[in-house]
């Protein structure tokens, strides 16, 4: 599923985005917030490990009845 708003597109998350995500999480005032489960600095590995497990459970997800 995809929401396209004015300026912005909301969509399922994608093995493309690793780069971008390791990027933007990579910040030391998220760590700050999260310190307990979020690890600082945050790889491309970390990042692609995320995705893998979001992806994973989106497509578990749309399996389930009802």
């Known amino acids: 599923?995809?929401?396209?708003?004015?300026?912005r597109t909301?969509?399922?998350?994608?093995?493309?985005?690793?780069e971008s995500?390791?990027?933007?999480?990579n910040n030391?005032?998220?760590w700050l917030g999260l310190r307990d489960l979020f690890p600082h600095p945050y790889t491309s590995d970390d990042?692609?490990?995320?995705?893998?497990?979001q992806i994973f459970v989106s497509k578990w997800r749309?399996?389930?009845p009802g």
């Open 62 to 64: 749309a399996r389930l």
């Open 47 to 53: 990042a692609h490990k995320f995705l893998q497990k």
């Open 1 to 7: 599923m995809q929401f396209v708003l004015k300026s």
């Open 21 to 25: 995500l390791a990027k933007h999480a």
């Open 10 to 18: 909301i969509r399922p998350w994608r093995l493309d985005d690793t």
């Open 28 to 30: 030391r005032k998220i």
